[in-house]
């Protein structure tokens, strides 16, 4: 990996500890003349190790709409394997 690949996920590391945010929801499109849209729920993680925790709280979020990304993620013991 490139120094400036690392250096970019040390930084964005470094900001989702910082904020306490380790994902963000998405914007949600809205439909057109004709279009449907499926309510899946969508975020962005913020640093580089969180996508699997990512990717399955949109699954969880979209069965189970009161869920809090906070528990799901803490419960799943997510955490830096470096």
Do not use: H
């Not at 996920?9 to 849209?37: F, K």
């Not at 913020?46 to 993620?73: H, M, P, R, T, W």
């Amino acid at each position: 990996m490139s120094k400036l690949i690392e250096a970019s996920l040390a930084a964005a590391d470094l900001v989702s500890d910082l904020i306490g945010y380790a994902a963000v929801r998405d914007w949600t499109p809205t439909s057109r003349r004709g279009e449907r849209l499926i309510d899946l729920v969508s975020y962005t993680q913020l640093n580089s190790f969180a996508c699997g925790a990512v990717a399955g709280f949109q699954v969880v979020k979209s069965i189970y709409s009161g869920a809090e990304f906070a528990d799901f993620y803490e419960g799943n013991a997510c955490i830096r394997s470096n």
